[in-house]
């Protein structure tokens, strides 16, 4: 299926269909493969630009760093281009000129430093002096797909596993959101005549099967894209940098199993009021302009967690106490009154307040309730021993609950 070739990276066309190139809500569109030349610079640039994954590992305000080529280049810099993995391609007609299938990201890296160093002047940082890593740039050794013969369908469905393969259920996946558009595509071009979306289990096996990886995984990356693309129909302040913090929500156990958010297990639709009560927490008219000295309800996709814990003892914690401690702080936080932390501190510190209340209370009452054991009843009296241990199992029970 795939023959080695050495290549120059000039005959090398980026893939402008790429999924991992998803930054907003529109369709990508299909480009062909006479007009991918035209695309180059532009993608060029996109891959350019980003900022490293770790930014957007380490804070979900930053922007979508799933195309950096930074720390490559850096790489690159030292050692020279080095083919751990293969670059994948496949040749448009007999042109001479290929598609990168995978390797986008290193073929993009390659086209930018050659361009950078035939510009540079000497003595300039991207002027790449060492004549053997200019060489490692300057061929290429790609596998080429083999195409003859086969239907544009078997080619696509071939360029489907090799990704699903490598950037999905592999170890080198996708952003969240490019793979959950990559998966909701391939999903509704399994019957075209479906026009609107709805979750067949079906359609999430074949799904499951091509890109190997689990069915829970097809349904929850569905679930995930799908709830991103109504936020962003709802507010346009949504942005790709947000897909992480709205999956957190979405799937959020405690928010979802205990009212605060309604979900449609077949179309994946939020209900009006589940849109705004998303769009109120995550506060995306203001999350990215805030002061430094302001904090929002919720700081990152982490913090989910810790507000769907207080919703959850808002709404069925045994203790009526608890419980309306609770709906205090989820409401305070919400009008932004306290801050998330401070409201799950306080609450952890309350129900372990009351676990001690209501522990002292069953010892007192089990105290009241058994026979009172006094001293004289253990002196010389063998046969009370068994009394008297109690006693002590007790006190240091008591003990215990004093120091927690």
């Keep these: 299926m795939l023959k080695p070739k050495e290549v120059s990276p000039e005959s090398l066309l980026l893939d402008p269909n790429n999924p991992r190139l998803t930054q907003n809500f529109k369709s990508q569109g299909y480009v062909k493969d006479e007009d991918a030349e035209d695309e180059q610079d532009s993608l060029l640039d996109m891959f350019k630009k980003a900022p490293p994954p770790s930014a957007l590992q380490s804070n979900e305000d930053e922007e979508d760093g799933s195309v950096f080529i930074g720390d490559l280049k850096n790489s690159i810099k ?12 496949r040749e448009i007609g007999s042109t001479g000129k290929y598609i990168v299938i995978e ?9 930018i430093m050659l361009r950078d160093h035939e510009q ?9 002096d060492d004549p053997d890593i200019l060489a490692s740039l300057e061929n290429l050794e790609v596998m080429v797909l083999q195409t003859e013969g086969k239907t544009q369908e078997q080619i696509q469905n071939e360029i489907k596993t090799i990704l ?12 969240p959101l490019p793979k959950g558009r990559n998966i909701f595509e391939e999903y509704m071009k399994l019957w075209p005549e479906d026009a609107s979306f709805t979750w067949d289990p079906k359609k999430g096996n074949v799904i499951a099967d091509i890109l190997a990886i689990s069915r829970p995984k097809v349904r929850k990356s569905l679930l995930d894209y799908l709830c991103w693309v109504q936020m962003g129909k709802f507010n346009n302040n949504v942005k790709a940098k947000h897909f992480s913090l709205i999956s957190a929500c979405v799937s959020n156990t405690n928010l979802k199993s205990h009212g605060f958010l309604a979900i449609d297990d077949k179309t994946f639709e939020l209900s009006a009021e589940s849109q705004s009560k998303i769009n109120d927490i995550c506060e995306f008219d203001q999350r990215d302009n805030r002061p430094d000295e302001e904090e929002n309800i919720l700081k990152d996709p982490k913090a989910v967690g810790r ?10 914690n045994e203790n ?5 401690f609770a709906k ?8 932004r009154e306290r801050r998330l932390d401070d409201a799950y501190t306080a609450l952890t510190a309350f129900k372990k307040q009351n676990q001690w209340v209501d522990s002292v209370k069953k010892l007192m009452e089990k105290q009241e309730n058994e026979p009172k054991l006094t ?10 021993l068994e009394e008297k241990a109690d006693l002590e199992r007790l006190v240091k029970r008591f003990l215990i609950l004093m120091e927690t």
């Design 164 to 175: 699903g393969l490598r950037h999905i259920g592999g170890n080198l996946e996708w952003e």
């Design 120 to 128: 540079a002047n000497p003595g300039n940082n991207d002027k790449i």
């Design 320 to 324: 009526t106490s608890v419980r309306d």
């Design 328 to 335: 205090g702080v989820f409401q305070e936080v919400l009008d």
């Design 307 to 316: 507000l769907g814990n207080i919703f959850k003892d808002s709404k069925y």
């Design 103 to 111: 390797g986008n990201r290193r073929v993009a890296t390659i086209k």
């Design 78 to 89: 030292q050692i020279g281009f080095v083919r751990i993995q293969n670059i994948i391609v």
């Design 375 to 384: 001293p004289d009843k253990f002196l010389n009296q063998g046969a009370e």
